[in-house]
């Protein structure tokens, strides 16, 4: 599921780009698009007609919109700006990786939380 989601926000990020390539207004495209998930969650929890899938469809335009603030910075806001793409170039050497868990990062901020070890996982 998170996968397909996020193929669906990489689509939709495509399709806003191209229909709105100079970026303009993306904290308040975001802020109303926040404003309508919330709208459908609601309107979806007192039955009015709203689907799961309309739910969704927010969802991806919520995630659309963050995510090009996060890639292209908000032209209003000049002094954020993107972190530069990694190239091939900082790719972790063969055998190696740098992948974690959620459970490694989740409770980072908590120091009564002690991350769990990789004996303690369950799963393959």
Do not use: C
């Amino acid at each position: 599921m998170a996968s397909e989601f996020l193929d669906d926000v990489a689509i939709e990020v495509q399709k806003a780009r191209a229909k709105f390539p100079n970026g303009r207004h993306l904290l308040p495209a975001l802020m109303e698009e926040v404003g309508e998930l919330a709208n459908a969650l609601l309107e979806q929890e007192y039955g009015h007609g709203v689907s799961s899938e309309d739910v969704y469809r927010e969802a991806v335009q919520v995630a659309t919109a963050a995510m090009r603030i996060a890639e292209e910075g908000e032209p209003v806001f000049p002094k954020y700006q993107p972190a530069p793409t990694p190239d091939a170039s900082d790719d972790p050497p063969t055998g190696e990786t740098t992948a974690v868990s959620q459970g490694d990062w989740a409770d980072a901020e908590d120091p009564a939380v002690e991350p769990e070890s990789v004996e303690d996982r369950e799963g393959p």
